[in-house]
C-alpha cells in the first residue's frame, strides 16, 4: 500500500513539474533574404557571405504570468541583434525565424530567435577579417595620422606588446574575443 501512494505522489510531482516547467517552441517562417536596413538590392552580388551563422534575439521576462519586466518584444531588435553579432552586415539569408516560450513556476520567458547566414557589405569591412574569434589591434604609425587595423594571433599580440623597437606606438588597443 504505500509503496502505492509512493507511486501516485510521484506521477502528481511529475504531472505538476511537466504542466509548470513547459515550454514551447514556434517556426514563424523562413525568408531567403530580410534585412531592417536600407539595402541597395543592386549592390547585393558583391556582398560577401559570413563564416558562421549568426543568431540574435529578443525576450521578454515576465513574473508571476502577468508582470512583464520589459514592456515589449520585438521581432525586428531581434533581427538587428543578429545583425549587429558581425561588423558589415546588412542582409541575412537563408534567415529562420522562431518564437519560443519557457514556463517556470513564477515566471516565465518568451521571445524571438532570428537565425541565419549574414552577408557583409566590403564597403564597411573585408568579411574576409570578420574574425571575431581573434583579438586585433589598432594602432597608429609615428606621425601620429595614419591608422591601420591589423588582425592577430594571440602569440603576435603579446609579442608586439612586449617588442620595445617597434615601428608602431599603441593607440589603443581593442580585443574580440578571449585572450
Not at 533574404?33 to 536600407?38: D, V
Not at 519586466?69 to 541583434?81: E, H
Not at 519557457?102 to 530567435?113: A, D, H, K, M, T
Not at 609615428?142 to 608602431?168: A, M
Amino acid at each position: 500500500m504505500t509503496k502505492k501512494k509512493f507511486l501516485w505522489g510521484m506521477l502528481v510531482v511529475v504531472l505538476v513539474f511537466g504542466v509548470v516547467l513547459s515550454g514551447c517552441a514556434t517556426r514563424i517562417g523562413d525568408f531567403t533574404l530580410i534585412s531592417s536596413k536600407n539595402v541597395d538590392l543592386s549592390q547585393v552580388s558583391s556582398y560577401s557571405r559570413s563564416k558562421k551563422i549568426v543568431r540574435g534575439s529578443d525576450s521578454i521576462i515576465t513574473v508571476l504570468f502577468f508582470i512583464p519586466i520589459k514592456s515589449k518584444v520585438d521581432i525586428k531588435k531581434a533581427l538587428d541583434n543578429a545583425l549587429a553579432k558581425i561588423p558589415g552586415a546588412e542582409v541575412i539569408v537563408d534567415a529562420r525565424f522562431d518564437y519560443r516560450k519557457l514556463n517556470f513556476i513564477l515566471f516565465q520567458i518568451e521571445g524571438f530567435v532570428v537565425s541565419g547566414t549574414a552577408l557583409v557589405n566590403p564597403n564597411v569591412v573585408d568579411a574576409s577579417e570578420t574574425t571575431p574569434d581573434k583579438p586585433y589591434l589598432v594602432m597608429d604609425t609615428k606621425d601620429g595620422e595614419h591608422f591601420t587595423k591589423r588582425y592577430v594571433s594571440e602569440d603576435e599580440y603579446r609579442y608586439l606588446l612586449t617588442r620595445n623597437n617597434t615601428p608602431f606606438v599603441f593607440s589603443t588597443v581593442e580585443l574580440q574575443g578571449d585572450i
